[in-house]
C-alpha cells in the first residue's frame, strides 16, 4: 500500500511567487517524522526540512514551510519568495518507529523567470 | 569530507556480469540505507540496516540482489548477472538510530549510476 502520496508530478510557479508542493501519507503508527528532499539536475538528494508527529508547531525552515495536518494525514511543503534555483524535483518521505524511510514518486517543479 | 561516500560513481558492464557498489556512511551513524532510482522516477527501497539487527531486505527485488555490512560501516550492494532493467542510480544513504534521533534525516551519497548493456 502507498504509505507516502504526491499528486501533482509537475508544478510550474513564477518567480518570486509562493508555491505549495502536495504530500499525503498512511500510518496507524502514533510516531512518524516527515521530510522533504530537494533533487537538483544533478542528483543529489539535499534535506530541506522536517516535521515530527507530535510537534505543535509547522516546520519552518528559511523560506521552505511545512503545512501539517495530522488529521488529514497531509505534509504539504509551502516554498515562498520562488528563485529559479529552486527548480528541482521534491520529494516528500516519512520516517516510521522502525527506522524504515519511506519515499513520495516525487514533484518536478519549475520556476518561471 | 564528512558525508556519505559511494563508489565507483559510474558503472558499466555487459549482461549477466556481477556488480559490486560500495558506500561509506557517515562516521557513528549506524543505519544505513540502499536505494534504487530510474531515469525520473521516485526511490525504491532496497535495504536497510540498522546497528548489529538482521537487515530489513523485503525491498530486493530479486535473489540476483544482495548487501553486507561489515563492522557496522562500510555496505557493499552486490547484483549478480546483472540484467538491463537493473541500470539506474544506485543511492546509498545512513542516519543516526532510532525514532528517538527526533529530525535525525538520512544524509545520501552522490550515488552510483549503473549502466548494464
Known amino acids: 500500500a502507498q504509505k507516502i502520496t504526491q499528486t501533482q508530478p509537475g508544478m510550474f510557479v513564477q518567480e518570486k511567487e509562493a508555491v505549495t508542493l502536495d504530500c499525503t501519507y498512511d500510518?496507524?503508527?502514533?510516531?512518524?517524522?516527515l521530510f522533504w528532499y530537494k533533487q537538483p539536475s544533478s542528483g543529489e538528494m539535499i534535506f530541506l526540512i522536517y516535521?515530527?508527529?507530535?510537534?505543535?508547531q509547522n516546520a519552518t525552515e528559511g523560506r521552505y514551510s511545512l503545512n501539517f495536518q495530522k488529521a488529514r494525514k497531509s505534509a504539504n511543503l509551502v516554498i515562498s519568495a520562488s528563485q529559479l534555483g529552486d527548480s528541482a524535483m521534491y520529494f516528500c518521505?516519512?520516517?516510521?518507529?522502525?527506522?524504515?524511510?519511506?519515499f513520495g514518486t516525487g514533484t518536478s517543479l519549475t520556476v518561471i523567470p | 569530507g564528512a558525508g556519505v561516500s559511494q563508489s565507483p560513481s559510474n558503472k558499466v558492464t555487459e549482461k549477466g556480469k556481477d556488480v559490486e557498489l560500495r558506500c561509506d556512511p557517515i562516521?557513528?551513524?549506524?543505519?544505513l540505507y540502499w536505494y534504487r532510482q530510474s531515469l525520473g522516477q521516485g526511490l525504491e527501497f532496497l535495504i536497510y540496516?540498522?546497528?548489529?539487527?538482521?537487515?530489513?531486505k523485503s525491498g530486493l527485488p530479486s535473489d540476483r540482489f544482495s548487501a553486507e555490512r561489515t563492522g557496522g560501516s562500510v555496505s557493499t550492494l552486490t547484483i549478480q548477472r546483472t540484467q538491463q532493467e537493473d541500470s539506474a542510480v544506485y543511492l546509498c544513504?545512513?542516519?543516526?538510530?532510532?525514532?528517538?534521533?527526533?529530525?535525525?534525516?538520512?544524509?545520501f551519497g552522490p550515488g552510483t549510476r549503473l549502466t548494464v548493456l
Open positions: 562516521s557513528g551513524h549506524t543505519a
Open positions: 540496516f540498522q546497528g548489529n539487527s538482521a537487515p530489513d
Open positions: 500510518t496507524s503508527d502514533p510516531s512518524y517524522g
Open positions: 516535521q515530527g508527529s507530535y510537534d505543535q
Open positions: 518521505a516519512m520516517r516510521l518507529t522502525g527506522n524504515q524511510f519511506y
Open positions: 544513504a545512513s542516519s543516526l538510530a532510532g525514532l528517538t534521533s527526533g529530525r535525525s534525516t538520512q544524509y
